[in-house]
Antibody, heavy 121, light 110 residues
Framework: QVQLVESGGGVVQPGGSLRLSCAAS????????MHWVRQAPGKGLEWVAF????????YYADSVKGRFTISRDNSKNTLYLQMNSLRAEDTAVYYC??????????????WGQGTLVTVSS | QSALTQPASVSGSPGQSITISCTGT?????????VSWYQQHPGKAPKLMIY???NRPSGVSNRFSGSKSGNTASLTISGLQAEDEADYYC??????????FGGGTKLTVL
């Protein structure tokens, strides 16, 4: 069965950096695009970023463009999110999610359980 | 990348039907048949309920249905059950090759 397990969350000071990981199993990871989606405490879902199956194209929400970088290692079945210049408003649970397509964002058929990132001094 | 517009809350009694709307623009909802809907219970990850406007994934009850007219998509839940009480989010593909969510709707089963 498909499993997505996020890790790397924690408390970080404003302006700091953090790298999230998402370990995938139960499907051919290298064949599908992957996403990061976040949810601030008590708030709605916000799409963050998408990466093509081969890593050749990446798309970002305006709110994180230039600060966050999505990447993947298909040899390790792992998705990453490098977060720099973190702000208080980046505080959220971060989910990784699998797309049904390999090339463009479409919709999410599987989600991880999320990892909490708290940006606070 | 403005969020799609959903009502903050809807409610209904067991056995009734409710509809949640999701309004966007011609650059997202109106421009593509790539609207999906997700159910989220408190403390849980979202679950796919509808994709491509009106398609149900395997295992999702046929009490859930989706439609679209112009820039507005809708999720209808018929025969409301207590376990349907949750938050619901719509999502759409956009002309910028990104995805956008609605603000979410809290469904209360009275």
């Amino acid at each position: 069965q498909v499993q997505l397990v996020e890790s790397g969350g924690g408390v970080v000071q404003p302006g700091g950096s953090l790298r999230l990981s998402c370990a995938a199993s139960g499907f051919t990871f290298s064949s599908y695009g992957m996403h990061w989606v976040r949810q601030a405490p008590g708030k709605g879902l916000e799409w963050v970023a998408f990466i093509r199956s081969d890593g050749s194209n990446k798309y970002y929400a305006d709110s994180v463009k230039g600060r966050f970088t999505i990447s993947r290692d298909n040899s390790k079945n792992t998705l990453y999110l490098q977060m720099n210049s973190l702000r208080a408003e980046d505080t959220a649970v971060y989910y990784c999610a699998k797309d049904v397509r390999w090339d463009l964002p479409h919709y999410f058929d599987y989600w991880g359980q999320g990892t909490l990132v708290t940006v606070s001094s | 990348q403005s969020a799609l517009t959903q009502p903050a809350s809807v409610s209904g009694s067991p056995g009734q039907s409710i509809t949640i709307s999701c309004t966007g623009t011609s650059s997202d909802v109106g421009g593509y048949n790539y609207v999906s809907w997700y159910q989220q219970h408190p403390g849980k990850a979202p679950k796919l309920m509808i994709y491509d406007v009106s398609n149900r994934p395997s295992g999702v009850s046929n009490r859930f249905s989706g439609s679209k007219s112009g820039n507005t998509a809708s999720l209808t839940i018929s025969g409301l059950q207590a376990e349907d009480e949750a938050d619901y989010y719509c999502s759409s593909y956009t002309t910028s090759s990104t995805l956008v969510f609605g603000g979410g709707t809290k469904l209360t089963v009275l």
